[in-house]
């Protein structure tokens, strides 16, 4: 069994030189079955790895991770190595933009925080985008504007908080304030302003969202791209998009991943929201082929994994 050492890259100075080591962070096992011959790559970490911390990685000949992107290449026969980057900020980008959505609906976002807090995450996605740093992802939005599909919902609710310079943990102030460099974030008065700013000029008139109606659209969201992120080959089994939710982005163990709840809600249940939720958004919720073909045959997310 080969076997590849997992690293990030991790940046410091020298005496004024940026230089460049590589952190361990777990290793890559190529197996092969035995029924079939076929080879595969499997992934263990050596602790839970954050959502910004791990950058990507790629075997080399010399068996170690060291790029700083990944390189997930089809033709080199690495393309069922299921890259956590590309699997779960994949994911995370589109349950972050429900939650912003819901925010701009009329959601509260402190109460949005609280029902994923209550569902078992160690913190709510508006917590995690404090930590994050709200200015990275505002980068990122202003760097990908022109390719922005035009059907694609734009909220910009954080980008007015960024221009306000609210960033975040960092400056001690975003979705939340941080007084005197505090971890634990209190409400930030100022967000709910320009929440009702940005509802007055797009001419949102604000509803209320229960905290079932909040998870139910949270997890949609997920799990509808984790179906994505399966019928495009990303990821080889629906139980590789579980181990990096529970390993690397905080969803609660004890509910098993988001591909295991969605099997335990009942794909035809979770089908039924997307359907109830496209009427408002055909963009953002239309639902994912493979998850409508596994509801028509009566199969779930289990059946993918036994199959793989």
């Not at 975040?168 to 979705?175: A, D, N």
Request: charged fraction near 30%.
């Amino acid at each position: 069994m080969t076997h590849y050492t997992l690293t990030v890259p991790v940046k410091y100075d020298d005496n004024g030189t940026e230089k460049t080591t590589y952190r361990r962070v777990g290793a890559v096992f190529e197996n092969t079955k035995r029924d079939t011959g076929e080879t595969f790559l499997t992934l263990k970490l050596d602790f839970p790895v954050g959502v910004t911390e791990l950058v990507a990685f790629q075997p080399s000949s010399k068996g170690d991770v060291t790029e700083s992107h990944v390189k997930w290449n089809r033709e080199k026969g690495n393309s069922r190595l299921a890259a956590p980057l590309l699997i779960g900020n994949r994911i995370y980008k589109a349950y972050g933009l429900c939650a912003t959505y819901m925010m701009e609906d009329g959601a509260n976002p402190y109460a949005i925080d609280k029902a994923i807090y209550d569902f078992g995450y160690p913190i709510g996605i508006f917590q995690v985008h404090d930590l994050a740093g709200m200015d990275i992802s505002w980068a990122n939005r202003k760097r990908l504007a022109a390719s922005r599909n035009p059907e694609e919902r734009y909220s910009a609710v954080q980008d007015k908080m960024c221009e306000a310079g609210h960033f975040g943990q960092k400056t001690g102030r975003g979705m939340y304030v941080y007084p005197e460099g505090a971890r634990k974030g209190e409400q930030n008065p100022d967000v709910l302003k320009i929440i009702s700013d940005e509802q007055a000029r797009l001419g949102i008139t604000p509803r209320e969202f229960t905290q079932d109606e909040i998870m139910r659209r949270y997890m949609a969201a997920m799990v509808n791209e984790g179906a994505k992120v399966l019928q495009e080959g990303v990821a080889l089994r629906p139980s590789d998009i579980d181990v990096v939710a529970l390993y690397g982005y905080g969803f609660p163990r004890y509910r098993g991943g988001p591909m295991k709840y969605a099997d335990m809600y009942g794909l035809e249940n979770l089908l039924a929201d997307l359907r109830e939720f496209e009427k408002e958004d055909a963009y953002f919720w239309k639902p994912a082929d493979l998850l409508v073909d596994l509801v028509a045959n009566g199969r779930s997310f289990e059946d993918l994994n036994k199959e793989s």
